[in-house]
């Protein structure tokens, strides 16, 4: 009934919110974002980055994001399809969208599906061949790993999801690691970790608008 519950979209909650810690090493230093996100069933996405530098991004699905600085009252739009707030770990688990972890979203669709030793391993392949093979890893129902690889089966990186926990007929990984394999030795390795998870419960920041006397911010030409 737990895991049943986490693959049906979730009309009774319509928002979720939870603090996020992205800790990341390359290179041999270490760097930690934190913040705190907001996200309605709509696909708005409000996410309130707290360090190293205090700003806040509104997404949608669509990929169209504000980014205020409210320090300088400045804003940055952007019309990105990586953007989409539809490929976002709490959107997906709050829409109940875990069947492909987003990769709908850019051209993926499923090539196989097998069982081995009590798990369901899905293979997603996209049209275009110079994209990554993705292998979907679920344990009774909800996805545990995921990995890409190149064309020659060269492993480029994988990701863990643990620490699953329900929330209401929410339930979600506590614990994200990706690893990412660079040339020769170098990799890095991001760890992410959610607390302070509330489904359905007011807060402000669902609400959040960018104001209208913010000044634009020109995009570096590289973004345009």
């Not at 913040?35 to 709509?42: A, F, L």
């Not at 409000?46 to 700003?55: E, L």
């Not at 009252?73 to 399809?81: A, G, I, L, R």
């Not at 196989?112 to 990554?132: C, H, N, Q, V, Y």
Request: hydrophobic fraction near 35%; aromatic fraction near 10%.
């Amino acid at each position: 009934m737990l895991l049943a519950a986490a693959a049906l979209p979730l009309h009774a909650q319509r928002k979720v919110s939870a603090d996020v810690q992205i800790k990341s090493v390359a290179g041999g230093k270490v760097a930690t974002v934190t913040k705190s996100v907001y996200c309605t069933g709509n696909g708005r996405l409000v996410t309130y980055f707290r360090s190293p530098r205090a700003y806040y991004m509104v997404t949608n699905t669509k990929g169209e994001m504000q980014a205020y600085y409210p320090n300088s009252n400045e804003v940055m739009t952007k019309t990105d399809p990586d953007l989409s707030s539809s490929t976002d770990l709490l959107w997906l688990f709050l829409s109940g969208r875990i069947d492909d972890l987003g990769l709908g979203a850019y051209g993926y669709k499923q090539a196989s599906s097998t069982r081995e030793d009590g798990l369901i391993k899905k293979k997603f392949t996209a049209a275009d061949p110079s994209r990554p093979a993705v292998e979907i890893v679920y344990e009774d129902y909800l996805p545990i790993y995921c990995a890409y690889t190149d064309a020659g089966g060269k492993l480029l990186s994988k990701k863990y999801l643990s620490d699953y926990k329900r929330f209401g007929r929410l339930t979600m990984p506590m614990r994200m690691t990706d690893i990412n394999y660079g040339e020769g030795k170098d990799s890095s390795v991001v760890r992410t970790l959610y607390s302070s998870v509330k489904v359905d419960v007011d807060d402000p920041a669902f609400s959040f608008q960018v104001p209208a006397d913010a000044t634009p911010m020109k995009l570096p030409e590289a973004s345009r």
